[in-house]
């Protein structure tokens, strides 16, 4: 993954893939690939969290979420 490519589901999914191969040619040490499983793991987190506002906005109209993220 490049660092300005938007993450997804297809994007995380194709990243385990290589690294489990990467891991399974002994291309890494077991300790990287799972420091890769743990930001992957994150990484899918935020995606559900994302997912469950979309659906908290579209579900209840009128509900206000705070955008943390604008925030400073």
Sequence with gaps: ???????N??????H???VMML????EIEVDDAKAHANLL??????LKYELDRAIAVQKYEAITIR??????
């Design 23 to 26: 891991l399974k040619n002994n």
């Design 67 to 72: 955008n943390i993220e604008d925030a400073e």
């Design 9 to 14: 589901a297809k994007g995380l999914l194709r």
């Design 41 to 46: 793991k994150q990484a899918n987190n935020i």
């Design 16 to 18: 385990a893939y290589d």
């Design 1 to 7: 993954m490049t660092t300005k490519e938007k993450v």
